[in-house]
């Protein structure tokens, strides 16, 4: 195994391990513990379910450092390629989400915290600390929304170095960057049509699993010292 496929399926493989402890918070947590539009019935979840909760709040954590990892993985390994676009590839996919993930983690602190209560928090009444909880998650979603315009826009420099780079599938390439489009289709649903997030995001998936693709080549083959045609 050469150099630069070790280099390749080391990232590949951080990849495959930020998304899926990412999925945890994202996709678990809240088909588990969100109840949509009822506070009480969610602020009842996290009193219910507290380390379950605690535990998505960590995943999160641990996915933001670990996403890091990925970004700056693929730089070392795509940076002779193209050092300016791997460079704008670590700005968009790593100096901007990371701190909004951080920021997410702080949110989900204050729900838990509203809550369960006590403390001094014991002075407020019930139903404004559960509404207030509820808040919090919610700036949590709206913040994910904003975060996946990096989540997109990253992919137009990574998706660009593939392309070019000679020793990965140029169609993986072209994928990532069509992914692009479907992240940034998302979080625009989420804002201006929050109805339809759900179907947007079933239509713009043909896109988005171009990532997992990636992953899974990163990890399966590597890189080939030889061009490859696609």
């Known amino acids: 195994m050469t150099a630069r496929s070790r280099q390749a399926r080391v990232a590949g493989a951080l990849y495959l391990l930020a998304s899926a402890v990412g999925v945890v918070r994202l996709l678990y947590i809240p088909t588990k513990l969100i109840v949509g539009g009822d506070a009480a019935a969610t602020a009842a979840n996290l009193r219910a379910h507290e380390a379950l909760f605690r535990w998505g709040l960590a995943t999160q954590l641990a996915g933001a450092v670990l996403w890091l990892l990925v970004v700056l993985a693929l730089y070392r390994l795509l940076k002779?390629?193209?050092?300016?676009?791997?460079?704008?590839?670590?700005?968009?996919?790593?100096?901007?989400?990371?701190?909004?993930?951080?920021?997410?983690?702080?949110?989900?602190?204050?729900?838990?915290?509203?809550?369960?209560?006590?403390?001094?928090?014991?002075?407020?009444?019930?139903?404004?600390?559960?509404?207030?909880?509820?808040?919090?998650?919610?700036?949590?979603?709206?913040?994910?929304?904003?975060?996946?315009?990096?989540?997109?826009?990253?992919?137009?420099?990574?998706?660009?170095?593939?392309?070019?780079?000679?020793?990965?599938?140029?169609?993986?390439?072209?994928?990532?960057?069509?992914?692009c489009f479907g992240w940034l289709a998302m979080s625009f649903a989420g804002f201006v049509f929050p109805g339809s997030e759900a179907t947007v995001a079933n239509w713009a998936q043909p896109a988005t699993i171009g990532e997992l693709v990636m992953m899974l080549w990163l990890v399966a083959v590597g890189a080939r010292e030889r061009a490859i045609s696609g």
């Open 80 to 179: 002779d390629v193209d050092e300016r676009l791997a460079k704008l590839m670590v700005v968009l996919g790593a100096l901007i989400p990371v701190p909004l993930f951080f920021m997410n983690a702080v949110n989900d602190g204050a729900a838990l915290l509203l809550a369960v209560g006590g403390g001094a928090l014991g002075g407020i009444d019930a139903a404004q600390r559960e509404a207030l909880a509820y808040l919090f998650l919610r700036l949590h979603h709206l913040g994910d929304l904003a975060n996946e315009i990096f989540w997109g826009l990253w992919l137009l420099p990574f998706g660009r170095l593939v392309v070019r780079s000679q020793f990965l599938p140029r169609v993986l390439g072209w994928w990532l960057m069509a992914a």
